[in-house]
């Protein structure tokens, strides 16, 4: 059973109360870093913690926060992106809803390490419901002199607000969060100038996931070494994965970084296997944009090494035959799911959420969810496959921002590792359109 | 074409909605009260019927300061602000992947065949519903999902499920309360 350092009290009646959560230690990172530590110390135990990015690029957080630029007398901002809306990934809104507290006590502990007066927490306009349970814990706090002027008698003052976006996949980006912030369309800022020189209002910003938010405490309370003790090599500390699909116990599972991913899939402490007793076809293991992966290479590597969950052994391989951790959205098929089909829905959902800024991505989004489309219905040809490669190629790196690559390696991905499943659709469109019609294999294409 | 020669009332904001945008517009600097425009749309959404008309717009343009251009970029960028009239309630039914695995193509075929609506259309003809497919809506282990206004209802998968939450709106005597009508504002926040 492994440690859970975020969501060891998540059932706890009543955690989602101050008192409550103060019993079981909350708040305790906040009184030791105003009272004992200085603002760089904090950053420095960040540093030192190892801890990664949890809203999926897996940047070291530490490294990030020190990039922020400290000009005398301008005020700088911590934002925290809770814009949850990557396919698969459901976390934060868990994370939100059953310990708003922790958010908060990070969100507070964060701020004083970047000496931030004025804090915002974007959340995704869907949880409105969220949002009031974060605005509730917010008026206790301040009810307790966590927050406000003058917090614990230190002369530090903190606000705190939670802001709803309205709608949109691309206000999780980061730059895109600060313009929808801001009032505006969520469209992402050319950089430079990064967020860390000119962000929210032009000014020095650090934007950071809820989950990466969430860890600040346990690593201030216990110190960044003990945290860097748990996982992996430069995968440290642990991670929530949230799984679904079709597995017999989808949900969010805080793992240590270094969990073999068959251990993950198919012991009962986790996922307990894949439904209905059928076997397991690909898994997209870090949210809809990395790539898809067969059974045979989620489970072990090119070289025969079982996979585990961290963020180089699922790289392991590059694009080839490897994937990535991602936000951990852990999205598991089973042998009937066609990919055709899954593609298109992923390539609908990145045109559908592309804002349209650049053509690239514009218009490429728009020609891969066509082709796919085309080809799951019946009326493919021999050369789409080739185009859809193509085509998502040209995407990538021609973007102001990663919704271009997000969008292009879902379908290169089952391209590589998937061609005869398309060429299956291509070649028998009156099977492959059939309702219920499961791929027979390669076969078939003989 | 000739222009309309009722006027149209000008639509006004409640006391209660009023107070909420007053303090949610203490959350941004003074000379950036542009920020509160998506929390004023959705306060906007909620108080007049489920969408946002343009003179409904118009007026989030004038309580925020701002030219009306900037609402209706605003609005037509964002997925959550309906720009057509929709019925009593309007079911949000998520579409992306992890939904669609565990059936919500199966889902949004019964929810129409039930209502009577059709996905992008009006809503059905006894004005109680609005199908409307929108992307992923970070449940995807309680899948499938829809959402209406603020509820999630999840794991729509089996006919009882469905049901249950059919009934429970139409069972609903009119539009719930506005959330902060309901709770009360947070306090703390209201003195800042």
Redesign the interface.
């Known amino acids: 059973m492994g440690r859970k350092l975020l969501t060891e009290h998540i059932n706890v009646e009543g955690i989602d109360t101050i008192e409550v959560y103060r019993k079981h230690g909350g708040y305790r990172s906040v009184e030791k870093a105003i009272k004992t530590m200085t603002p760089d110390e904090v950053v420095e135990e960040v540093k030192k913690s190892g801890l990664r990015g949890r809203g999926g690029a897996g940047f070291p957080t530490g490294l990030k926060w020190s990039f922020l630029a400290k000009p005398e007398g301008v005020p700088r901002y911590l934002v925290c992106n809770a814009d949850?809306?990557?396919?698969?990934?459901?976390k934060?809104?868990q994370l939100m809803s059953k310990l708003p507290h922790l958010l908060i006590e990070g969100m507070i502990t964060s701020s004083y390490a970047l000496g931030a007066n004025t804090s915002?927490i974007y959340i995704?306009?869907?949880?409105?419901?969220v949002l009031?349970i974060l605005?509730?814990a917010?008026?206790?706090a301040?009810?307790a002199g966590f927050?406000?002027k003058n917090i614990l008698g230190s002369g530090y003052d903190l606000?705190l607000?939670v802001?709803?976006?309205?709608?949109?996949?691309i206000c999780g980006e980061e730059t895109a969060l600060l313009e929808?912030?801001?009032?505006?369309?969520?469209n992402p800022r050319n950089k430079p100038p990064f967020p860390a020189v000119s962000g929210l209002?032009a000014r020095p910003t650090v934007v950071n996931n809820v989950e990466s938010i969430a860890a600040v405490p346990v690593i201030v309370n216990d110190g960044g070494d003990e945290y860097a003790k748990i996982g992996v090599g430069k995968s440290t500390g642990t991670k929530l994965i949230?799984?679904?699909?079709?597995l017999n116990k989808?949900?969010?599972y805080e793992i240590e970084l270094g969990v073999p991913v068959e251990e993950f899939i198919y012991s009962d402490e986790y996922c307990g296997g894949i439904w209905k007793g059928r076997d397991l076809k690909a898994v997209?293991a870090g949210g809809?944009s990395v790539p898809i992966l067969p059974k045979e290479l989620i489970l072990k590597t090119a070289a025969g090494e079982p996979r585990l969950m961290t963020y180089e052994s699922l790289s392991d391989g590059g694009f080839v035959t490897g994937t990535m951790l991602g936000s951990g959205?852990f999205?598991a098929?089973d042998e009937t799911?066609c990919i055709v089909?899954?593609t298109w829905?992923?390539s609908r959902?990145y045109h559908?959420?592309s804002?349209g800024q650049c053509s690239p991505c514009r218009e490429g989004t728009g020609w891969l969810e066509k082709i796919l489309h085309r080809i799951e219905h019946g009326h493919g040809t021999e050369r789409d496959i080739d185009v859809l490669a193509s085509v998502a190629k040209q995407i990538e790196g021609n973007t102001i921002c990663p919704l271009g690559e997000a969008a292009a390696w879902p379908v290169s991905a089952a391209i590589r590792h998937f061609r005869d499943e398309f060429e299956w659709h291509i070649r028998h469109p009156q099977e492959a359109t059939r309702p219920g019609a499961v791929y027979p294999g390669k076969a078939v294409l003989a | 074409m000739s222009l309309p020669t009722e006027s149209i009332q000008k639509p006004q904001f409640s006391e209660a909605a009023k107070a909420e945008i007053d303090r949610i517009c203490k959350q941004y600097p003074a000379e950036r009260r542009k920020s509160a425009m998506l929390p004023v749309l959705h306060i906007a959404q909620a108080e007049f019927g489920g969408w946002v008309a343009p003179e409904v717009q118009d007026l989030v343009a004038e309580v925020l300061g701002v030219k009306p251009i900037e609402v209706y970029e605003v609005s037509t960028f964002y997925t959550m602000f309906n720009l057509k009239p929709v019925g009593k309630h309007v079911l949000e039914i998520c579409r992306t992947g992890p939904c669609q695995l565990r059936g919500s193509d199966e889902l949004t075929l019964e929810l129409e065949r039930i209502t009577g609506a059709k996905v992008g259309e009006g809503p059905s003809a006894d004005g109680l519903f609005t199908l409307k497919e929108v992307e992923c809506l970070a449940a995807c282990g309680f899948a499938p999902v829809v959402q209406v206004r603020e509820k999630y209802y999840e794991q729509l998968d089996t006919e009882e499920s469905v049901n249950a939450m059919l009934s429970e709106l139409r069972n609903m005597v009119h539009r719930p309360a506005l959330p902060w009508e309901e709770t009360g504002l947070p306090n703390a926040l209201a003195n800042n």
Not at chain 1, 84 to 90: C, D, K, L
């Open positions: 949850e809306s990557e396919p698969g990934t459901f934060d809104r915002y995704r306009g869907e949880l409105l419901y009031r605005e509730k917010i008026a206790e301040y009810a927050l406000g606000d607000y802001h709803p976006g309205g709608g949109a996949y929808s912030l801001e009032g505006k369309r969520g209002y949230s799984a679904c699909g079709h989808p949900g969010i997209v809809s959205g999205i098929m799911t089909r899954n829905n992923f959902f559908h959420e804002c």
